[in-house]
């Protein structure tokens, strides 16, 4: 797999939350040994985030065939580029490392 053949796709969209959450909580349990109450928090940072979403403010970006996920929060109104604060970033070990770009941004 390349980076050239994924699509980045900005905004939210269905299945987003389960992904991140069940992506976060193997990565973190296989490779850094976490327990199950990892998973539980970044479930209820996930539903935070996505209650607190707003498009015309905040980002989300999902790399195509569930592989990735990175979200920013502003707290600055419109000015997310400049005051954005990264929230989630989670990617599978089949595109980690391959230097993914959003180029329609």
């Avoid at 296989?30 to 990892?38: L, N, T, Y």
């Avoid at 707003?54 to 999902?62: L, Y």
């Avoid at 996920?69 to 070990?93: C, E, H, I, P, Y």
């Amino acid at each position: 797999m390349t980076g050239d053949a994924l699509a980045i796709d900005v905004g939210w969209r269905p299945g987003l939350i389960g992904w991140t959450v069940a992506a976060h909580a193997t990565y973190y349990a296989r490779d850094w040994g976490f327990p199950a109450v990892f998973e539980s928090k970044v479930a209820r940072e996930m539903a935070g985030f996505h209650d607190r979403y707003r498009p015309e403010r905040d980002v989300a970006f999902s790399v195509s065939g569930d592989v990735g996920f990175l979200a920013t929060m502003s707290d600055a109104g419109g000015a997310r580029v400049l005051a954005a604060k990264r929230r989630q970033a989670v990617f599978s070990d089949d595109v980690r490392g391959l230097g993914l770009r959003p180029n329609a941004l």
